[in-house]
């Protein structure tokens, strides 16, 4: 068999004429090949590179001076008043008389002409990138990235917030609704609790508007938000603000490709989830899982340099730092506030009062003074409405009949909070007491959502819907049942085999009381006093 390459022949033949003693026409015989080959190859191990054939002529060389001059006129021109390929096509037909060449031509000779032309004229290479060292606990990187997620069934756009350590490749992921100051100070919490301290030296942002305010020229100065100078300040962050545009995104690359990555190895398909807390949930394991991968050719895990890099990041201060927004809204005439574009509920006593509101990325907590009144899961929209059932049942009271098209009570079957048992209930008693009465005998069973658990309301529900009792009184009683059922009582049969450490005031004394030999009391002398009965007095016509 002849060999495959070229190379393989020349060691064929040469391997023949030292062991086999074969003569160059022997050996072209052989190998089928002439003797020039075989002389070239008794010669050299290395077969003679073939020649580059010369360059064939093309219709656009008389062309390609003039589009040389117009590439490097370009080198002094303002950027944005430099040509395009289609310009110089244009000038070569209307200037030039160029005729029968086509666009695409002279588009390839412009790509291959124009870095040529600037490394001519001495103007450097037109990107280099220079390799980086990172020392550990020194330097890290932080970057939002857009993320799509089914949420609650549908399409959300949401942002993906990372923080990388640049030594070991470590990498903190947390999704939030959107890229707001109070997203932005939750990732860094998140990622500052899970490294379990704060970088030393410099890390690297975006000029985002949660954190710059202005852009100062061409410079690296910055005009800071207060809230973020504050942040920072908390934390003893060292910050390093990249170039706006592409030239930024260079220079923090290695979170740029941990965002991309990231969302292509965990988040493709696009994930479904209920809320977004379940989904972070899901992300902290896969980041713990993530720890056991390989960076390119490095030699260790990610897992095994973070475990050399923690020890040296700065520890966290000991007083927390509020990330939430605070604002003082009205309450409106519908029981809601004004949060953001969107609107949540609280309860309908605070109509017309001024209340405090605490915006975190992903809730809402409302403050009457220091006492907590309402909190909502932050809405994704814009214009949404959030309304809880439970803050407008002390007016639905005085006005049942604006329940069964309340906003409040269709969100509530959405989410779940008012069952088919609830319906079954309320249709029931309706029709037992009308319209009116029913629905307050309704409200006063919703009423017990609130001293007790959703799942026992739910079971009173039901045994007194089975056995015809349609007031609100049974249904507690039953609910009452049911709680006592899943957690008994002293007097009920113990959980915990164990006994209590806690004993029972009654059950010492009655321990401690010496025995009663006292007779039982006796009613044998008030019998007595039945055996005397009263004189008669005859009637009328009797004989006495």
Request: charged share 30%.
């Amino acid at each position: 068999m002849r060999p495959k390459s070229k190379v393989d022949l020349f060691a064929a033949i040469r391997r023949d004429s030292r062991t086999e003693g074969l003569s160059i026409r022997a050996l072209a015989r052989k190998y089928d090949v002439h003797r020039r080959t075989v002389r070239e190859a008794l010669s050299s191990a290395w077969p003679t590179p073939r020649r580059k054939p010369p360059p064939r002529s093309s219709r656009l060389d008389p062309f390609k001076p003039a589009v040389d001059q117009m590439l490097k006129a370009d080198l002094d021109a303002p950027r944005k008043q430099r040509h395009t390929v289609k310009r110089i096509y244009d000038r070569l037909v209307d200037e030039f008389g160029m005729e029968g060449i086509s666009y695409a031509l002279v588009r390839d000779y412009v790509a291959r002409r124009r870095p040529q032309i600037r490394m001519e004229e001495g103007r450097g290479p037109s990107q280099v990138f220079i390799p980086q060292s990172h020392r550990p606990g020194v330097e890290a990187e932080v970057d939002f990235g857009d993320v799509y997620v089914k949420l609650a069934g549908v399409m959300t756009k949401c942002s993906l917030f990372t923080f990388r350590l640049s030594y070991s490749g470590k990498a903190v992921h947390r999704i939030f609704a959107s890229e707001g100051q109070e997203a932005f100070f939750e990732g860094h919490v998140h990622a500052f609790r899970v490294l379990g301290g704060v970088p030393v030296g410099n890390v690297r942002y975006d000029n985002l508007s949660s954190a710059v305010a202005q852009v100062l020229g061409f410079t690296r100065a910055r005009v800071e938000t207060e809230r973020w100078t504050a942040f920072h300040s908390h934390f003893g962050l060292q910050v390093f603000y990249c170039q706006p545009g592409l030239k930024g995104a260079h220079e923090k690359g290695g979170v740029e490709g941990e965002v991309g990555r990231f969302r292509r190895n965990h988040l493709v398909p696009v994930p479904e989830t209920a809320t977004l807390a379940e989904l972070n949930a899901r992300i902290d394991q896969w980041d713990a899982e993530d720890d056991r991968r390989r960076i390119g050719a490095r030699p260790r895990t990610v897992g095994e340099y973070f475990a050399a890099e923690q020890p040296l990041l700065k520890p966290l201060p000991q007083e927390p730092f509020e990330t939430g927004r605070w604002s003082s809204p009205r309450v409106d005439r519908y029981g809601q506030v004004s949060v953001r574009t969107n609107r949540y509920s609280v309860p309908v006593r605070l109509i017309g009062r001024r209340v405090r509101v605490l915006l975190h990325a992903s809730e809402v907590v409302i403050y009457d003074g220091r006492v907590e009144v309402a909190r909502h899961e932050r809405l994704v929209a814009k214009g949404a409405v959030r309304l809880e059932l439970d803050h407008y049942l002390e007016a639905l009271v005085r006005k049942p009949g604006a329940l069964p098209g309340a906003t409040a009570l269709e969100q509530a079957r959405a989410a779940g909070k008012f069952t088919p048992v609830h319906d079954a209930w309320w249709e029931a008693v309706r029709k037992a007491h009308g319209d009116a009465e029913g629905t307050r005998a309704l409200i006063e069973v919703l009423l017990l959502h609130r001293h007790m658990t959703h799942d026992h309301v739910v079971a009173g529900i039901a045994a007194a819907l089975k056995a015809g009792a349609l007031t609100a009184d049974v249904v507690a009683l039953e609910a009452r049942k049911a709680a006592d059922a899943d957690h008994p009582t002293a007097d009920g049969p113990p959980d915990d085999p164990q006994p209590s450490p806690v004993a029972s005031l009654t059950a010492r004394r009655l321990a401690r009381l010496p025995a009663d030999t006292r007779p039982l009391p006796s009613l044998a002398a008030y019998d007595a006093l039945l055996r005397h009965h009263p004189p008669t007095v005859p009637q009328k016509g009797e004989q006495p």
